[in-house]
């Protein structure tokens, strides 16, 4: 299957301070990349689509403030969490998506997650 | 709306048996995708296999196969011949097929542990 890579896979920062976590597509072209929010035990929660070029769709609830997401590129998506406080702490996994498979399989493609911890 | 349940949050298994994850779902899409999905403990989710609303027969994958069974909006995952590595959490999930958006829906998952 494609490949996704999620930098960095663990991240401890102070209370304030802004995190950037990055999501990249090696072999494959993502018009489409998904931000999750995973808790412990629990299932996904979508934070938030970004389609290349156009601002992100956020879900109802998630502060696009704090969470600022970028998709410059056709293989690379960003999510910074700014001003972290320990509320913020939590498991951040991404997604990616081709968009042209002529099957309209669209196979969502995981990176590793970041494991984000803020003091 | 789409919703996915999955009703075992564990199952134990011996390796080298066969499982059944249990997966139902709702949705009131005509055309649509549902997907399994392997979590370990290390976090990553790892696809595993599809299957479309229309294909008219099970897909399989290796030792993994979906028994669709669509008049019972059901999509059990099997695991044949269970390995030690298959212990991890499982997701079920499905997206609506056409168009632009292609968000997931996820089910709450089922803890697998494979004992020797």
């Known amino acids: 299957g494609a490949v996704v890579s999620q930098h960095p896979s663990r991240v401890i920062c102070k209370s304030g301070t802004s995190v950037k976590i990055e999501c990249r597509s090696l072999?494959?072209?993502?018009?489409?990349m998904f931000w999750y929010r995973q808790f412990p035990k629990q299932s996904l929660m979508l934070m938030a689509t970004?389609?290349?070029?156009?601002?992100?769709?956020?879900e109802q609830g998630v502060e696009k403030d704090k969470f600022l997401i970028n998709h410059a590129s056709l293989t690379l998506s960003t999510l910074t969490v700014t001003s972290a406080h320990p509320e913020d702490s939590s498991f951040y996994i991404c997604?990616?998506?081709?968009?042209?498979?002529?099957?309209?399989?669209?196979?969502?493609?995981f990176g590793a997650g970041t494991r984000l911890s803020v003091l | 709306a789409q919703k996915i349940t999955q009703t075992q949050p564990g199952m134990f298994v011996q390796e080298k048996e066969a499982v059944t994850l249990d997966c139902t779902y709702d949705?009131?899409?005509?055309?649509?995708?549902l997907f399994w999905y392997k979590q370990p403990s290390s976090g990553e989710m790892i696809f595993l296999i599809y299957?479309?609303?229309?294909?008219?027969q099970n897909a399989t994958e290796g030792r993994y196969s979906l028994n669709f069974q669509k008049a019972r909006k059901s999509a059990n995952l099997v695991i044949s011949a269970s390995q030690l590595g298959d212990s991890a959490m499982y997701f079920c999930?499905?997206?609506?097929?056409?168009?632009?958006?292609?968000?997931?829906?996820f089910g709450k998952g089922t803890l697998l542990t494979v004992n020797p």
């Open positions: 970004s389609n290349e070029g156009s601002k992100a769709t956020y």
């Open positions: 072999d494959f072209q993502a018009t489409t």
């Open positions: 997604s990616a998506s081709s968009g042209q498979d002529f099957l309209a399989k669209n196979i969502q493609y």
């Open positions: 299957q479309g609303s229309y294909d008219e």
């Open positions: 949705t009131s899409d005509q055309s649509y995708g």
């Open positions: 999930a499905m997206r609506a097929l056409g168009g632009s958006n292609y968000k997931l829906t």
